[in-house]
């Protein structure tokens, strides 16, 4: 059974910065591009960036670029986000999911952006 288990968020100050990490099971890791994704408030999900599965970032959403970076170890199973300059528009639960295989969701991270 495929589990992917997302933690590292929290509540920050605009401008500060989180590391979420993202362990996955049940699944050949190395093998599949990942993709961390968040869901605001009364908003759809949306993918925020992926990285190949040799870990070559892919693709980022034009509002963190240059802000948030992806990552991965594949001998950890794990793949990481890390996010600097953090806006409050960025208030979102974080998930991570292969991106081209319809996995069932974890159950998230919640980003809490405030001063």
């Known amino acids: 059974q495929v589990q992917f288990v997302e933690s590292g968020g929290g509540l920050v100050q605009p401008g500060g910065s989180l590391r979420l990490s993202c362990q996955a099971s049940g699944m050949q890791f190395s093998a599949y591009i990942m993709g961390w994704y968040r869901q605001a408030p009364g908003k759809e999900r949306e993918l925020v960036a992926s990285i190949s599965s040799s870990g070559r970032p892919m693709t980022y959403r034009d509002s963190v670029k240059g802000r948030f970076t992806i990552l991965r170890e594949n001998a950890k199973n794990a793949v990481y986000l890390q996010m600097n300059s953090l806006k409050p528009e960025d208030t979102a639960v974080y998930y991570c999911?292969?991106?081209?295989?319809?996995?069932?969701w974890g159950q998230g991270t919640q980003v809490t952006v405030s001063s």
């Open positions: 999911r292969r991106t081209n295989v319809p996995d069932a």
